[in-house]
């Protein structure tokens, strides 16, 4: 490593593009040029952590230097009364990974052998297959196994319901299908037929692609733990990869509540728990 190089921060970018799309970066830059990029993306709420990090955190960085990637990283998480939160560790990491991005351009290797080496050939991703029916689920399913993916994640419009949050339907994404923003979106929502529908999703997906395909939900934390208990034991027979977001996060409680009625093997918690 040259220690040579002037690595001090005398500059940090906040770049906002497209702010209904919620991308935010940070670019942090060093005297000698050498610079690293993070990503600060909060969905929906771009315009906050880009605030924070112009305001609160760039000024916390110029002058310091940027190889003390630790003391930057206690000095931001510890330099605030209220610790944690989605908007303040969006912000932390995208320092942090802006960090790493100036060391290992310094080092002339890739991060990861910084941090220990590649341990693996390959990891596992999946597709999301979303429809306003179970035929409609699983044709997108099929067409995405098709290209080789292993894992889907599989949702589909609850019937009786005007819209059901995590299905496209003729939208691209996400974002375009929020046409109320800046404003979130509103839905009717019923549990009773969520729960109704929902086992026949997942009863005919195994009954056509059979055990090999890894099969994934996401409940966008609608339900009560008791509610996703009951969910939990519904889906067992059909061995879920992992059940996402079935309680809210902020009550770690709720998942020992989930864990103690259902052998659903693994539940992930979403991003969005800071």
Same mark, same amino acid.
């Given at each position: ?26 670019? =942090? ?32 960085? =110029? ?59 390959? =990891? ?101 733990? =008791? ?48």
């Amino acid at each position: 490593m040259n220690k040579a190089k002037d690595l001090t921060i005398k500059d940090v970018r906040v770049i906002v593009s497209s702010p209904g799309r919620n991308f935010v970066t940070l670019k =942090i830059v060093t005297e000698c040029g050498i610079y690293g990029v993070g990503d600060a993306t909060v969905n929906g709420r771009e315009m906050a952590v880009a605030t924070y990090l112009q305001e609160h955190v760039a000024p916390c960085l =110029i002058g310091r230097n940027a190889h003390e990637i630790e003391d930057i990283w206690q000095y931001l998480y510890k330099g605030v009364y209220w610790r944690k939160g989605p908007i303040n560790m969006a912000c932390v990491a995208a320092v942090d990974v802006a960090l790493w991005d100036i060391k290992g351009k310094v080092a002339g290797l890739p991060v990861y052998e910084l941090l220990g080496g590649k341990s693996r050939k390959a =990891i596992t991703t999946y597709a999301h297959a979303t429809g306003d029916t179970v035929d409609d689920t699983l044709d997108r399913a099929e067409a995405l196994i098709a290209q080789g993916f292993k894992a889907i994640r599989l949702q589909t419009a609850v019937p009786g319901l005007e819209g059901t949050y995590g299905v496209l339907g003729d939208k691209k994404d996400y974002f375009e299908q929020q046409s109320s923003r800046p404003l979130p979106p509103e839905q009717p929502w019923s549990t009773r037929k969520y729960m109704n529908s929902i086992e026949a999703l997942f009863r005919e997906a195994r009954t056509r692609f059979g055990d090999d395909i890894a099969l994934l939900h996401d409940v966008h934390s609608r339900l009560t733990p =008791i509610e996703a208990a009951r969910l939990g034991k519904m889906l067992e027979p059909y061995d879920l990869l992992f059940l996402e977001d079935a309680v809210a996060a902020e009550n770690q409680d709720s998942f020992r509540i989930l864990r103690n009625h259902t052998c659903v093997f693994r539940v992930m918690m979403g991003s969005d728990f800071g």
